[in-house]
């Protein structure tokens, strides 16, 4: 079974910093990877995914993630942080052939002006 | 375009009734999912269908049943309601059936159900 940790639950950041979240899975072969982001009430939203072609994926609104087998990793980051970005985050896998995802127990980052 | 949309928003209920939850896709996707959102676990998959009449079980189904006469419509019903089952719920749906790698999941706005 594959999982999908979170380190952080809460992550506060100033607006111009570097955004690092982090993300974990565990699975038997490398699966497809997502970040979603959830503004307050609201459904959620694809930030970007993984699915086996470049190691660094770009997404929309200035993030980035890189998959690391060696440390089966997908952490999500952005150079610099706008107050806009204060969301919640989720990052989910996927096994290659299934269809349902595994989600983390998400991120909320907060940005302070 | 109205996307996927959800129904009723927010529901309040008792402990013992019957609740049904609607969803509703306008992109003929052939796949359509239904979670659970509760502080501290993410999203929990409950139901999910790969198409008209086809079901199957995710992580949490106990409690909820489903059905999908149409591609469009994935009603989530509560048979018997209970206070674990408040949580906010959202349907999600995607396309694609031939190309996981293609995954991304379309998600609705969610129903906040309060089970008393």
């Known amino acids: 079974a594959q999982s999908v940790t979170q380190l952080g639950s809460h992550v506060s950041v100033s607006e111009g910093a570097l955004v690092l979240l982090r993300c974990n899975y565990s699975s038997s072969v490398p699966p497809y990877l997502f970040w979603y982001v959830q503004y307050p009430n609201q459904g959620l939203q694809l930030l970007l995914k993984?699915?086996?072609?470049?190691?660094l994926v770009k997404g929309i609104n200035g993030f980035e993630a890189e998959f690391k087998k060696s440390e089966t990793s997908f952490h999500l980051t952005k150079p610099s942080a706008h107050m806009s970005d204060a969301a919640e985050y989720f990052c989910?896998?996927?096994?290659?052939?299934?269809?349902?995802?595994?989600f983390g127990s998400g991120t909320r980052l907060q940005v302070q002006p | 375009d109205a996307g996927i949309t959800q129904s009723p928003r927010y529901k309040i209920t008792e402990t013992g009734r019957q609740v049904t939850l609607m969803c509703h896709q306008t992109?003929?996707?052939?796949?359509m999912f239904w979670y659970r959102q509760d502080l501290g676990h993410g999203l929990r998959l409950i139901y999910y269908?790969?198409?008209?009449?086809?079901?199957d079980k995710g992580e949490v189904p106990d409690g909820y049943v489903v059905s999908r006469s149409k591609t469009e419509n994935f009603p989530l019903t509560l048979e018997s309601a209970t206070r674990s089952q408040t949580s906010v719920y959202f349907c999600a749906s995607s396309d694609h059936p031939g190309l996981a790698a293609n995954n991304e999941q379309f998600f609705g706005p969610g129903t906040r159900l309060t089970v008393l």
């Open positions: 992109w003929s996707h052939s796949y």
């Open positions: 989910a896998v996927t096994p290659p052939g299934r269809r349902a995802l595994t």
């Open positions: 993984y699915t086996s072609a470049a190691t």
């Open positions: 269908s790969a198409a008209a009449d086809i079901t």
